[in-house]
Antibody, heavy 118, light 110 residues
Framework: EVQLVESGGGLVQPGGSLRLSCAAS????????MNWVRQAPGKGLEWVAN????????YYVASVKGRFTISRDNAKNSLYLQMNSLRAEDTAVYYC???????????WGQGTLVTVSS | QSVLTQPPSASGTPGQRVTISCSGS????????VNWYQQLPGTAPKLLIY???QRPSGVPDRFSGSKSGTSASLTISGFQSEDEADYYC???????????FGGGTKLTVL
């Protein structure tokens, strides 16, 4: 069974940093693109970033470029999102999601809440 | 303002045919596949339709998708109360070099 479990969320002050983790199990993690997708309270879904199987390609939504870094450790079956210079508008539930072969976001984690507030 | 445009709300009676639209442009829906996600209250999104009209295992066949030009649609044939949820369309955007979602449509039972 495919499982994605996010962790690392919490309350952080504006300008602060946070590192999210996603532990994957039940599939060959190193064979799939992985994504972070966020959802602000009461709002819709927003794709944040994705990373290729071997980390050779990474893409980001414009609003986080230069502030967020996606990475992965295939030996640990883990996905990460390093978030720096956090802003109030980054407050959201952050989901880890797998992209299958030509099938985007086919499995999702339960999400971890990030709150940016003073 | 989302790159893909969906109506914010829709409603239907049990057994009715319900359609949700998703409008985009030549750089996303016009040139890439469209996917649909269902989010039940308080839960993570779930893949509903991929590559316009393919259903993952376990998704009832009353859900179907279609595309015409730069727009796509999700249709529920025989709407059921358990289908009350938020629905999102998504596609890759060649100009933005990233995934874009619609703003979501909240579907309710009348």
């Amino acid at each position: 069974e495919v499982q994605l479990v996010e962790s690392g969320g919490g309350l952080v002050q504006p300008g602060g940093s946070l590192r999210l983790s996603c532990a994957a199990s039940g599939f060959s993690f190193s064979s799939y693109w992985m994504n972070w997708v966020r959802q602000a309270p009461g709002k819709g879904l927003e794709w944040v970033a994705n990373i290729k199987e071997d980390e050779s390609e990474k893409y980001y939504v414009a609003s986080v470029k230069g502030r967020f870094t996606i990475s992965r450790d295939n030996a640990k079956n883990s996905l990460y999102l390093q978030m720096n210079s956090l802003r109030a508008e980054d407050t959201a539930v952050y989901y880890c999601a797998r992209s299958g072969y030509g099938i985007p976001f086919d499995y999702w984690g339960q999400g971890t809440l990030v709150t940016v507030s003073s | 303002q989302s790159v893909l445009t969906q109506p914010p709300s829709a409603s239907g009676t049990p057994g009715q045919r319900v359609t949700i639209s998703c409008s985009g442009s030549s750089s996303n829906i016009g040139s890439n596949t469209v996917n649909w996600y269902q989010q039940l209250p308080g839960t993570a999104p779930k893949l509903l339709i991929y590559r316009y009209n393919q259903r993952p295992s376990g998704v009832p066949d009353r859900f179907s998708g279609s595309k015409s030009g730069t727009s796509a649609s999700l249709t529920i044939s025989g709407f059921q109360s358990e289908d009350e949820a938020d629905y999102y369309c998504a596609a890759w955007d060649d100009s933005l070099n990233g995934w874009v979602f619609g703003g979501g449509t909240k579907l309710t039972v009348l």
